[in-house]
């Protein structure tokens, strides 16, 4: 009969939190590929948004002849403001689950990678949950770092775009409330697909054998 374990030693989430760190500059390439993906979706998303609410914040005070220039540039007013259409609903949604099956192509080619280190940390000691918050938490700081990256970028060039067409009245009436809202909720956008993109290939690292991964070459 086994005896029973007395004591099990958890790490504190600081050393959690510095082991992930650790590993995304070891792996600083891949690391920056999977951040790209995300700064890419995230600007897409919210260049689209900010667009509609830089429109929708100049729009009332608008000469006539600017309105008219406006909405020949191809831009919808539905009851006097701008919002998504279904094709741009659609494009979003397309370039999200791009974004999302990118996230789970690196990431488990990240764990392919590190066959040895799971394998030599299960080997000490390390349970599944452990495995599973480094991956977690590697994702959370692309997440972050891509969404609020893609979100800047987004929002700049919406607003040069339309500053190129429509001139000074957009940063005059520059809705600086609602687009920092489009940040903070494109963010967490970026932050929802890295933790939805990572799932599986945490399951998969946290699932491994520790003989089987020592004995892998790399």
């Not at 690391?31 to 919210?46: D, E, N, R, Y």
């Not at 539905?78 to 397309?94: C, E, M, Q, V, Y």
């Not at 970026?190 to 054998?209: I, N």
Request: glycine letters at 10%.
């Amino acid at each position: 009969m086994k005896p029973a374990v007395e004591r099990q030693v958890v790490l504190p989430w600081t050393q959690v939190v510095r082991i992930s760190f650790n590993a995304l500059r070891a792996r600083l390439f891949r690391s920056l590929i999977t951040t790209a993906t995300l700064v890419l979706a995230g600007a897409f998303v919210a260049y689209t948004f900010a667009g509609y609410a830089i429109l929708n914040g100049l729009w009332p005070h608008a000469p006539a002849e600017l309105k008219e220039k406006i909405l020949s540039s191809g831009y919808e007013s539905f009851a006097g403001s701008f919002g998504s259409t279904p094709k741009d609903r659609w494009l979003i949604a397309l370039s999200l689950l791009v974004c999302t099956v990118g996230i789970v192509n690196a990431q488990l080619m990240a764990v392919t990678e590190r066959f040895r280190e799971i394998g030599t940390l299960k080997c000490l000691g390390a349970l599944d949950s452990f495995v599973i918050k480094l991956f977690v938490l590697e994702a959370a700081y692309q997440g972050l770092l891509g969404g609020a990256l893609g979100s800047l970028l987004g929002v700049m060039v919406s607003t040069g775009t339309l500053f190129i067409k429509f001139g000074t009245g957009v940063l005059r009436h520059w809705p600086v409330g609602h687009l920092a809202w489009i940040v903070c909720w494109n963010t967490g956008l970026a932050m929802v697909l890295s933790f939805t993109g990572v799932l599986y290939p945490a399951w998969v690292a946290a699932r491994m054998e520790p003989a089987l991964a020592l004995r892998t070459e790399q």
